[in-house]
């Protein structure tokens, strides 16, 4: 089977109404938000880790060291990680498919890249600290090249969890990416700062769990591919033309994905100094936590995406992708709107050296409300063979944010990074928008998906100014805006006409015959579930 082929398990008929995706979707968002609330609950963990044990200067090196093992694993990676959930659906598992021909042909060039950039940077680390993490002493050098060192780890583990997000349930991958690795990272950094109280020391307990991981998916992505029961590892000719062709535009955007908030903490560490950057990475940390539930419900459904589109079913998909916006939204409006108005308070949690970012993380926090507002529109670009497209939009998010942080991060520091980032998240995301309807020419948003954004504003912007007026915008005032929105959701559930749409949602949650993102034959693994 090639890879345009469409699979012979997990199609149906539903396509013209999206319903069965629909349903299907639903299953594996949830899946996927129960694995973002994981990974945000401990990634804030580990933030408050970093930023109490090392202050502002210690954890603008920290999160500058992490910042460079992230930009350059996304470079190494070269787009393979979304190349292989667009590529595998689309194939065969098991015993005489051909969906193992891929991993040859997906991992080798990203590896030897890494390794090849590992090494350089190990030699070159004495140089690039200076410039990189402010070094002025052999602990920054160590620091920097541990970090290069490392590269090959993240990339291995980025690759293999791809490869695992296809081939096995939705839980699996969730075990791994968003519990095992979230989980031991706050504990391992926590237990070196303690032991030690080294920067050097914390870092080394960052990647261990990385290579936890490639163990885990090497023993869990081993059977269902086939491999030492017969399954083909050599690829054809065309498996490596027909991947690269899709990988390699998506290896730059890629790359500015996975570093945008990386990105502005470089650019302050160089341009406005170390405490800076720790006050930027720590702002960034909320920023991202509140995109959790948008990535939990990417990565449950790209596989799907992928094989609806492979077989040119645009109605199913707009109709997944509207679903999974208006969940999105829900969960993520409201934590923007909280950053936006309290954002003095949140920072309160890291120290008072962190205050500073106030103002930054209002400016990112509404910045961030169109990133969520537009949904996953990258995401059908990428699983529509456009890389192309999603290209054009990260470069012009990267240039506007590159741009406007040379200019205002030297006069304006932390407020200057989180502008220029701002206009770059605004800029990416509504190029991907227009992009992505005019791809799939289907509607990408709806009356409920408007009616969601205003009854979110709507409800929070009340409990928020109830906040304010009592409580002021720091922690005292946060305590009364959240009492009061949980308060509204309670009384909420007494209304019968929510209570009957929560009845229909919770529907779609149901067990039943849901078809696999990637084809299976008889001897392969159970396909339920994924």
Request: net charge positive; glycine share 12%.
């Amino acid at each position: 089977m090639t890879t345009g082929t469409r699979p012979t398990v997990g199609t149906d008929a539903s396509g013209a109404d999206g319903t069965a995706e629909a349903r299907r979707s639903a299953r594996t968002g949830l899946a996927g938000l129960a694995g973002a609330a994981t990974n945000g609950l401990f990634g804030f963990l580990l933030a408050v880790v970093i930023t109490r044990s090392y202050g502002t200067v210690g954890s603008g090196a920290f999160f500058a060291a992490i910042g460079v093992v992230t930009v350059t694993a996304a470079i190494c990676t070269l787009g393979a990680e979304t190349g292989l959930i667009w590529t595998l659906p689309r194939r065969r598992v098991g015993r005489g498919g051909d969906a193992a021909r891929v991993l040859p042909v997906a991992l080798l060039p990203p590896l030897v890249a890494a390794a090849v950039v590992a090494v350089s940077g190990v030699f070159a680390a004495d140089t690039l600290a200076p410039h990189l993490l402010d070094g002025r002493g052999g602990s920054d050098t160590a620091l920097l090249a541990v970090s290069f060192a490392t590269v090959p780890l993240v990339v291995a583990m980025t690759l293999l969890l791809a490869v695992l997000r296809c081939v096995r349930p939705i839980r699996a991958y969730v075990g791994v990416q968003s519990v095992l690795v979230p989980v031991a990272r706050p504990l391992l950094v926590g237990v070196a700062a303690v032991a030690s109280g080294g920067v050097l020391a914390g870092m080394i307990g960052w990647v261990v769990p990385a290579a936890i991981a490639i163990v885990a998916c090497l023993v869990l992505v081993t059977d269902p591919l086939g491999v030492g029961r017969g399954s083909a590892l050599r690829p054809e000719r065309a498996d490596w033309s027909a991947f690269w062709r899709f990988a390699l535009p998506r290896a730059a955007s890629a790359a500015i994905d996975a570093s945008a908030v990386w990105v502005g903490v470089l650019l302050t560490s160089v341009l406005a100094g170390q405490a800076d950057a720790g006050v930027f990475g720590a702002v960034g940390r909320y920023i991202l936590a509140g995109q959790l539930a948008m990535q939990g419900l990417r990565v449950a459904v790209s596989p799907q995406l992928s094989r609806l589109l492979g077989g040119g079913e645009r109605a199913a998909a707009a109709a997944v992708h509207r679903q999974m916006t208006t969940w999105a939204l829900v969960l993520s409006w409201p934590v923007y709107l909280l950053l936006a108005v309290f954002g003095l308070a949140f920072l309160q949690l890291f120290g008072p050296g962190f205050t500073a970012g106030a103002t930054a993380i209002t400016v990112l926090a509404l910045a961030m409300l169109v990133n969520t507002g537009v949904g996953n529109v990258q995401t059908l670009l990428l699983m529509s063979g456009r890389s192309g497209l999603h290209l054009v939009a990260t470069v012009a998010g990267l240039v506007a944010t590159v741009s406007l942080g040379l200019w205002l991060i030297p006069q304006h520091g932390v407020t200057g990074a989180a502008l220029a980032w701002a206009v770059g998240i605004a800029t990416e995301n509504l190029i991907s928008f227009v992009c992505a309807r005019v791809v799939i020419g289907q509607p990408l948003v709806d009356a409920a998906l408007a009616r969601a954004a205003a009854t979110v504003v709507v409800g929070v912007g009340i409990a928020a100014l109830a906040g304010v007026l009592t409580g002021g915008r720091g922690i005292a005032g946060l305590a009364v805006a959240l009492i009061v929105l949980v308060t509204g959701c309670v009384g909420l559930l007494t209304v019968p006409g929510v209570r009957r749409r929560i009845r229909v949602t919770m529907k779609q949650f149901r067990p039943g015959r849901t078809a696999a993102p990637v084809a299976a034959d008889p001897a392969a693994t159970s396909t339920k579930d994924r």
